[in-house]
């Protein structure tokens, strides 16, 4: 190693953040209904050091130029250009390294973790304070081209440590009363949320009364299931996940391979299942009501199909 690459690159920080599951109220939120996201323990690390020329970025999709970044990472490029702008350092030389336990489109918010991160990073390595609303302006540029128009209940979440209530870009933290044991498992197969979000578009712009009923029962089952959380009511939240995965079905953003393992998790004593996120593929949940049901349902899961799965829980 160089002197100089020696001594630059004992200069480094880190940004971090972390994925997030949609427990309800995915795609209804995007015409402005509420919905409730929860932390979930998957992280994203940053890491920014200083090299000797341009802006290189490494990660496990792709390691070169932040200019000859792949047209499916264009949104990270803009992001990490307008930071570096707006810390009037455009020229310096870096390299920002992603490191994600975070699998990429399966409805776990990978994308507004690794700008939360990136753009955190990038703050701290320069040393200047970093509030939440100039946080989300930079992230939110980076999933508007990962998801056309979003909602921004990724980016919320990715920078929440507890469960939120999202309607609109208001955030409210929610507590939590009981504990709450959720299995996630991968269908194996990769969703497109920018996709299944223009469907639903489609599907709601041809039949105003479908979608007007459609947006009522889901904002019915986000406040039954906020009020659920509060009072500790699991078999109630259970049920209400329920609804809400029939719901999906109803717009046509569940498959096969998802309802199939939404049913073995409730035939294996699941209080409740759905798929969460996009859909299309990507990921379900299931909620148990204790750890040793969790794993148990984990491993039915497994054989039942699931690439992989995760236990966890949310302590009061
Ligand atoms: O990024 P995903 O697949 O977890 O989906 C985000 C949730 C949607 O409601 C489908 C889209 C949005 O912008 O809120």
């Given at each position: 190693m160089w002197l100089e690459d020696f001594l630059a690159s004992k200069r480094n920080t880190s940004g971090f953040s972390h994925s997030k599951i949609i427990l309800t109220g995915e795609h209804a939120v995007v015409y402005g209904n509420p919905a409730i996201a929860l932390p979930f323990p998957l992280k994203v690390e940053a890491v920014i050091e200083e090299v000797t020329s341009g802006i290189i970025v490494e990660s496990t999709f792709y390691t070169g130029p932040l200019e000859q970044i792949p047209t499916k990472l264009e949104g990270i490029r803009a992001c990490i250009q307008q930071v570096l702008i707006a810390l009037k350092r455009p020229c310096d030389k870096l390299k920002i390294t992603i490191h994600s336990q975070i699998p990429i489109?399966?409805?776990?918010?990978s994308s507004a973790a690794i700008a939360v991160a990136i753009v955190r990073g990038l703050f701290s390595f320069f040393e200047t304070k970093l509030d939440d609303k100039t946080l989300s302006a930079f992230v939110h540029t980076a999933e508007v081209y990962a998801h056309g128009s979003p909602s921004g209940i990724d980016m919320a979440t990715a920078m929440s440590d507890t469960p939120i209530w999202f309607q609109n870009g208001d955030i409210v933290r929610l507590e939590v009363t009981s504990p709450l044991h959720f299995v996630i498992a991968d269908s194996g197969r990769i969703g497109n949320t920018q996709k299944s979000v223009s469907r639903v578009r489609a599907l709601y712009s041809n039949d105003e009364v479908l979608k007007a009923d459609s947006l009522r029962r889901m904002k019915v089952i986000a406040f039954a299931a906020k009020s659920a959380m509060a009072k500790g009511d699991i078999q109630k939240l259970g049920k209400l996940l329920n609804e809400n995965h029939s719901e999906l079905i109803q717009i046509g953003v569940s498959e096969d391979g998802l309802n199939h393992l939404v049913n073995t998790a409730r035939s294996a004593g699941a209080l409740g299942a759905k798929l969460t996120g996009g859909g299309d593929g990507g990921c379900m949940l299931a909620l148990t009501d204790s750890k040793e049901k969790m794993e148990e349902i984990s491993s039915t899961l497994t054989s039942a199909g699931a690439q992989q799965t995760w236990c966890f829980t949310i302590e009061p």
């Amino acid at each position: 190693m160089w002197l100089e690459d020696f001594l630059a690159s004992k200069r480094n920080t880190s940004g971090f953040s972390h994925s997030k599951i949609i427990l309800t109220g995915e795609h209804a939120v995007v015409y402005g209904n509420p919905a409730i996201a929860l932390p979930f323990p998957l992280k994203v690390e940053a890491v920014i050091e200083e090299v000797t020329s341009g802006i290189i970025v490494e990660s496990t999709f792709y390691t070169g130029p932040l200019e000859q970044i792949p047209t499916k990472l264009e949104g990270i490029r803009a992001c990490i250009q307008q930071v570096l702008i707006a810390l009037k350092r455009p020229c310096d030389k870096l390299k920002i390294t992603i490191h994600s336990q975070i699998p990429i489109g399966k409805g776990l918010g990978s994308s507004a973790a690794i700008a939360v991160a990136i753009v955190r990073g990038l703050f701290s390595f320069f040393e200047t304070k970093l509030d939440d609303k100039t946080l989300s302006a930079f992230v939110h540029t980076a999933e508007v081209y990962a998801h056309g128009s979003p909602s921004g209940i990724d980016m919320a979440t990715a920078m929440s440590d507890t469960p939120i209530w999202f309607q609109n870009g208001d955030i409210v933290r929610l507590e939590v009363t009981s504990p709450l044991h959720f299995v996630i498992a991968d269908s194996g197969r990769i969703g497109n949320t920018q996709k299944s979000v223009s469907r639903v578009r489609a599907l709601y712009s041809n039949d105003e009364v479908l979608k007007a009923d459609s947006l009522r029962r889901m904002k019915v089952i986000a406040f039954a299931a906020k009020s659920a959380m509060a009072k500790g009511d699991i078999q109630k939240l259970g049920k209400l996940l329920n609804e809400n995965h029939s719901e999906l079905i109803q717009i046509g953003v569940s498959e096969d391979g998802l309802n199939h393992l939404v049913n073995t998790a409730r035939s294996a004593g699941a209080l409740g299942a759905k798929l969460t996120g996009g859909g299309d593929g990507g990921c379900m949940l299931a909620l148990t009501d204790s750890k040793e049901k969790m794993e148990e349902i984990s491993s039915t899961l497994t054989s039942a199909g699931a690439q992989q799965t995760w236990c966890f829980t949310i302590e009061p």
